[in-house]
């Protein structure tokens, strides 16, 4: 508010300004702006928040001088009319003067005039009579003030008019105090805003965890609850709120305010629990956040990052030989079944690989893959390593306990390898999990319940081992539901040139280096060669080739069959070569009898000519 002596001069220099600056003919009668209907909509669309904030108070303020001759005016920051609400005859009166909505009332537009004048100067003013500069509004009195936002910007103006005989200093207080409730309400809008805006953050956040949070007061009453917390307890948002989490929570009376990976169940699911107070400024607990993490995805997300995972699918299985060929089919055949696998073969055969790709053809891919070699961990541990213990169990504890590896394996599988090497007593604790179905942990007392495919694994020839009282008889046959047999590589000597190829391909990679030539004699001796330690073996010797370029400090002499010294068929004993040396032996046989007739020896050993070059070739025979 200004004095009145403030107020003379201040339109005394608008009056001149609109003569000599702006050059307004006094004899105008309209505004020399007035926005169509589609301008209009556009700009009260961008002030609708104004127009919302205001309109309610312009209607207060209009209820309070109804039929005293006066109508209210609300216009943009640069004085474009955006609402009019007053008395019908005087409103009609305006609007022959076209001091309509859309109307322009700056001072450059409708010269010397309490709202142009008021947005000149960012004050609040009245002016009467001839204080306006256009003759055609000395007929009225008008009071108006401009309405800031937050950080102190016009944003629009407040006018209150009526006849000039109306005019009263009062009239200006009524509109000064109306754009000040504007103003608060502005501003108090705009924190709410923000605190909605704030909670829609909080609240898509809150949801887009992957636990169930919760909120609860002094009381145990739910405040607040996210999507997924509804999920794990079954309960709709609205009717969660105001429960009491005694109600929903099994066991919450014995649960403290503060706690930390608690294990509770849910609808007979396993979840783990953690509690953190809220305090009040006196440091006294007002209520808590109660996180529930879904135990499982707890360990599927542990075994994705440990590496607990299975790599190798049946087609990373190198191998076309029909023994081979056959042992994948079959594996491939029975992998959605949940019954218990005990796959037999030498040591390097590849037994893991195809315990990998039995799980990722199963329903079971997507849960972890744990791999235990029963055979490599001291006998004291191999119980806390399957079946986990309890905090304080024994020293040297962990704090919390830890899980064991058929938990880590729950919903997935859990490959036991030298299985024929676990001792007796762990023999027995096996067999009751394929029992029960459930496990204990070291110190617990607790049963879990699992569901965890097992495959196990070994080398040894477990009947002999139960004979010498090694193994289990009741052990083996629970394990041997379903055997799956892994020849051993001189058994399928077809498929060594595949695997030789291969893993060129792959140490070259790894190794960084370009792919050797392999002589042709040496390639031959691999060929024939026995590998007491199957693939593994050959795997290692291709990287030692890699790594010499093609050379090889290896000895493979002594057990490859010398052709020369068996020449012939006569006297040679079926069970001293495989079956790869016995073709060769005899493909030598009749071409020497033939006398190198090749089309004679194919035609006599029932293949063609070309399949018998492709031998001739495999073997390294010399014509």
Known sequence: MINLLDSKDIIKKSQERCGKEYSIPKERIFPTKNLNEHQLRELSSENVELIEVAKPFMKILYDFLRGSGFFLDLTDKDGIILVVIGDKDVVEEAR????????????????????????????????????HYINAYHIWTCSADTIHDKEGNIIGCLNLTGKYQLVHPHTLGLVVAAVKSIENHIEVQKSQNELVQAYQY?????????????????????????????KMLEIDQQCAINENIIDLID?????????????????NKRYNLNV??????????????????????VFNMV????????????????????????????????????????????????KELIAQAIHNSSERRNYGFVAINCGAIPKNLIESE??????????????????????????????????GEMPLYMQVNLLRVLQEGCITRIGGRKYIKINSRIIAATNKDLKEEIKKGNFREDLYYRLCVIPIYVPPLRQRKEDISLLIDYFLRLKSSKLKKSVPDIKSDL????????WPGNVRELENCIENIV??????????????????????????????????????????????????????????????????????NKYGIKI
């Open 96 to 131: 022959k003067m076209k001091m309509i909505e859309g109307a322009d009332m700056s001072e450059k537009s409708t010269g010397t005039n309490a709202i142009g004048t008021a947005i000149y100067e960012d004050m609040a003013i009245q002016m009467a009579g001839k204080e």
């Open 202 to 230: 909080l609240n898509t956040i809150i949801n887009s965890m992957d636990m169930g949070i919760i909120t609860i007061n002094s009381i145990g009453n739910i405040k607040s609850i996210n999507n997924l917390a509804c």
């Open 251 to 267: 066991g919450w009376k014995d649960i403290d305010s503060e706690i930390n990976d608690f294990t509770i169940y849910i609808k």
């Open 276 to 297: 953190y107070p809220i305090k009040d400024r006196h440091q006294c607990i007002s209520g808590m956040v109660i996180a529930l993490k879904d135990i499982q995805k």
């Open 303 to 350: 075994n994705k990052y440990t590496g607990m995972r299975a790599k190798y699918n049946f087609s990373d299985i190198i191998g076309e030989s029909s023994c081979m060929v056959k042992v994948k089919e079959y594996a491939e055949s029975i992998a959605d079944s949940p019954s218990t696998v005990l796959i037999q073969g030498e040591s390097g055969t590849g």
């Open 386 to 419: 399957l079946f986990g213990y309890e905090e304080g169990t024994f020293t040297g504890a962990k704090k919390g306990g830890q899980i064991g590896k058929f938990e880590l394996a729950n919903n997935g599988t859990i490959f036991l390898d030298e299985i």
């Open 523 to 530: 390639y031959n001796k691999m060929l024939n060669y026995d």
């Open 547 to 616: 790594n010499m370029n093609g050379d090889i400090s290896f000895n493979f002499d002594k057990n490859i069959l010398n052709s020369s010294e068996k020449n012939s068929i006569t006297g040679h004993e079926y069970n001293m070569c495989s079956l790869s040396q016995w073709e060769k032996i005899a493909i030598l046989d009749c071409i020497k009898k033939c006398d190198k007739n090749l089309s004679k020896a194919a035609k006599i050993l029932n293949i063609n000519r070309t399949t018998l070059y492709n031998k001739i």
